[in-house]
């Protein structure tokens, strides 16, 4: 068995291939010679070796050269699956619908990098044979003349040859996919916090691990929202935040793993909000969006879970979508960085601060015609940095000494999650009763064996003490002042002036005091 240090080398392994850069070989400028061609390339995995990027120029060229041609431009899919019709790939696509200028054919190193199907293979050749061009393949000797039905016949047969290779593949990976179902074994994309475990480089997979980075993050954004007393730590905000701390998204760590370039993309709403409410972050194997079942009943337990039943069902309900029709509207959370967005307001007419192209705060209210703001002259307006500079010198003055308190979420006993889930498993099984899975008589006699015994369990739970689940304020052993310093950006200090319920006005120039604050210890009401 490998020592530790050991397996940390092979982790990372397991999940940081070697990227295969891939160079685009030269070409010559389209001169109307008859035998300008594209030269088409495909691989859905880069590590193919069969069709090798640099087997398969070597073949274009040669095939190229067979027939007096030269080549006018590349058109590499890299990573891109044979179901994807040709029309439709990134790079041959925009040729085939001359957006790249003209051309007088395509040559591929087989008829199978020009599709996987018939349909697809038929359809590009007969295209380009309508638009008087040529198609070469190095699997066949020469210009394909489809005019020719034995050439057009034998093109059709490899067309067919490749659909049913592909078809034979995909039933491969169903069936190899099944069986792992059936064996409790992980054979699917994991969820956001997980990743896959190799004793040995390019082994088999031994489990299924937390991420040691994903998992951390993804559980401080689930802290964090149920958290929140104030409104403003929402599923956007968490996004916003994640993507200003460069936090890869699921897409982006994906790429990592598998070798290839990050595109440091954004985290979006959808993304984020899948992650907390996926039930394969209980750890759980997971089939069409459903746990996997185990002789008892009861779902497969395939990695520690990110969180517990009573975590994910009260993330679930915080981050439930509002409906578009409704009367009342949540609190918007900023979307900046700045500090005192959201909190800063006019002194004059209680309107809502902007920030100005000045850099700085202004009120707009009398301008933007708001109720109440007509006699708003002066409005005031003061920079940022000058405001700023004091809510931090009297907030830190007020509070910066206070202990901060954590609130977090405290799954209790977690006996009334467990009933929950039995219930659920108890409901999924008469579904499936009704459904008629279960009318032989052996399987009848395991469904009543089972359904009794999750009974039994849940009235067991039932009769425990019950501790409920809630929030729970503990000590970190820091103060106000140290968090606020410590603070990241002013997003995170905007978080901290909001817990204390900060107000802050803003009176104009002339004004005795420009800047008034106002706040309300949320520990000492606690006590």
Same mark, same amino acid.
């Given at each position: 068995?490998?020592?530790?240090?050991?397996?940390?080398?092979?982790?990372?392994?397991? /999940?940081?291939?070697?990227?295969?850069?891939?160079?685009?070989?030269?070409?010559?400028?389209?001169?109307?010679?008859?035998?300008?061609?594209?030269?088409?390339?495909?691989?859905?995995?880069?590590?193919?070796?069969?069709?090798?990027?640099?087997?398969?120029?070597? *073949?274009?060229?040669?095939?190229?050269?067979?027939?007096?041609?030269?080549?006018?431009?590349?058109?590499?899919?890299?990573?891109?699956?044979?179901?994807?019709?040709?029309?439709?790939?990134?790079?041959?696509?925009?040729?085939?619908?001359?957006?790249?200028?003209?051309?007088?054919?395509?040559?591929?190193?087989?008829?199978?990098?020009?599709?996987?199907?018939?349909?697809?293979?038929?359809?590009?050749?007969?295209?380009?044979?309508?638009?008087?061009?040529?198609?070469?393949?190095?699997?066949?000797?020469?210009? %394909?003349? +489809?005019?020719?039905?034995?050439?057009?016949?034998?093109?059709?047969?490899?067309?067919?040859?490749?659909?049913?290779?592909?078809?034979?593949?995909?039933?491969? @990976?169903?069936?190899?996919?099944?069986? #792992?179902?059936?064996?409790?074994?992980?054979?699917?994309?994991?969820? !956001?916090?997980?990743?896959?475990?190799?004793?040995?480089?390019?082994?088999?997979?031994?489990?299924?691990?937390?991420?040691?980075?994903?998992?951390?993050?993804?559980?401080?954004?689930?802290?964090?929202?149920?958290?929140?007393?104030?409104?403003?730590? @929402?599923?956007?905000?968490?996004?916003?935040? +994640?993507?200003?701390?460069?936090? *890869?998204?699921?897409?982006?760590?994906?790429?990592?793993?598998?070798?290839?370039?990050?595109?440091?993309?954004?985290?979006?709403?959808?993304?984020?909000?899948?992650? +907390?409410?996926?039930?394969?972050?209980?750890?759980?194997?997971?089939?069409?969006?459903? &746990?996997?079942?185990?002789?008892?009943?009861?779902?497969?337990?395939? #990695?520690?879970?990110?969180?517990?039943?009573?975590?994910?069902?009260?993330?679930?309900?915080?981050?439930?979508? @509002?409906? *578009?029709?409704? @009367?009342?509207?949540?609190?918007?959370?900023?979307?900046?960085?700045? /500090?005192? $967005?959201?909190?800063?307001?006019?002194?004059?007419?209680?309107?809502?601060?902007?920030?100005?192209?000045?850099?700085?705060?202004?009120?707009?209210?009398?301008?933007?015609?708001?109720?109440?703001?007509? $006699?708003?002259?002066?409005?005031?307006?003061?920079?940022?940095?000058?405001?700023?500079?004091?809510?931090?010198?009297?907030?830190?003055?007020?509070?910066? $000494?206070? *202990?901060?308190?954590?609130?977090?979420?405290? &799954?209790?006993?977690?006996?009334?999650?467990?009933?929950?889930?039995?219930?659920?498993?108890?409901?999924?099984?008469?579904?499936?009763? $009704?459904?008629?899975?279960?009318?032989?008589?052996?399987?009848?006699? %395991?469904?009543?064996?089972?359904?009794?015994?999750?009974?039994?369990?849940?009235?067991?739970?039932?009769?425990?003490?019950?501790?409920?689940?809630?929030?729970?304020?503990?000590?970190?052993?820091?103060?106000?002042?140290?968090?606020?310093?410590?603070?990241?950006?002013?997003?995170?200090?905007?978080?901290?002036?909001?817990?204390?319920?900060?107000?802050?006005?803003?009176?104009?120039?002339?004004?005795?005091?420009?800047?008034?604050?106002?706040?309300?210890?949320? !520990?000492?009401?606690? /006590?």
């Amino acid at each position: 068995m490998p020592n530790g240090n050991q397996v940390g080398e092979y982790l990372e392994c397991a /999940v940081r291939k070697p990227t295969i850069e891939v160079m685009t070989p030269p070409t010559t400028p389209y001169d109307g010679c008859g035998r300008c061609l594209v030269a088409v390339r495909r691989l859905s995995r880069k590590n193919e070796a069969t069709h090798s990027p640099e087997k398969q120029r070597d *073949q274009v060229l040669a095939a190229a050269k067979s027939v007096d041609a030269h080549i006018i431009g590349w058109a590499d899919d890299w990573e891109v699956s044979g179901v994807v019709a040709p029309l439709s790939r990134p790079q041959f696509g925009p040729w085939l619908r001359g957006e790249r200028g003209p051309y007088d054919g395509i040559v591929g190193a087989a008829v199978d990098r020009i599709g996987r199907n018939v349909v697809d293979v038929l359809s590009t050749a007969y295209a380009i044979h309508a638009n008087k061009q040529i198609l070469v393949t190095a699997d066949h000797q020469g210009v %394909w003349d +489809l005019d020719d039905p034995n050439q057009e016949a034998e093109l059709a047969w490899k067309a067919l040859g490749a659909q049913m290779e592909h078809r034979a593949g995909k039933t491969r @990976t169903s069936e190899e996919s099944k069986r #792992a179902r059936k064996a409790g074994q992980a054979k699917c994309k994991l969820t !956001y916090g997980y990743m896959y475990v190799r004793l040995t480089p390019k082994g088999p997979v031994d489990h299924v691990a937390l991420d040691p980075v994903a998992s951390v993050e993804i559980r401080k954004v689930a802290r964090r929202i149920l958290a929140d007393l104030t409104g403003l730590i @929402t599923i956007a905000s968490e996004c916003r935040r +994640l993507t200003r701390e460069g936090v *890869q998204t699921p897409h982006d760590l994906m790429a990592v793993r598998a070798g290839r370039e990050p595109k440091n993309g954004h985290w979006t709403w959808r993304t984020l909000w899948g992650i +907390l409410n996926n039930m394969a972050s209980l750890g759980y194997l997971m089939h069409k969006g459903k &746990p996997v079942l185990d002789a008892s009943g009861e779902p497969i337990q395939i #990695a520690p879970p990110l969180w517990d039943i009573a975590t994910r069902d009260a993330l679930v309900e915080k981050t439930r979508p @509002t409906p *578009q029709k409704t @009367t009342t509207r949540k609190k918007k959370a900023p979307s900046g960085t700045s /500090v005192l $967005s959201e909190i800063a307001y006019c002194g004059n007419c209680q309107a809502r601060m902007t920030i100005n192209g000045l850099e700085g705060y202004g009120c707009v209210g009398r301008v933007r015609g708001v109720q109440g703001s007509e $006699s708003c002259k002066p409005a005031p307006t003061i920079k940022k940095t000058l405001a700023e500079a004091q809510v931090e010198k009297w907030f830190l003055s007020e509070y910066g $000494s206070a *202990q901060v308190m954590e609130t977090k979420f405290d &799954p209790g006993t977690g006996y009334a999650a467990r009933i929950l889930e039995l219930e659920r498993n108890r409901a999924r099984l008469r579904d499936d009763r $009704s459904a008629g899975l279960y009318d032989s008589a052996d399987d009848a006699e %395991w469904f009543r064996t089972e359904y009794a015994r999750m009974g039994r369990e849940i009235d067991r739970y039932k009769s425990l003490p019950e501790r409920p689940a809630g929030m729970r304020s503990v000590p970190t052993g820091k103060t106000v002042s140290d968090e606020w310093h410590a603070a990241k950006d002013g997003a995170a200090r905007r978080e901290l002036l909001a817990q204390f319920d900060v107000r802050v006005l803003i009176y104009p120039a002339s004004a005795p005091s420009r800047v008034k604050c106002s706040g309300v210890n949320p !520990y000492e009401l606690a /006590v």
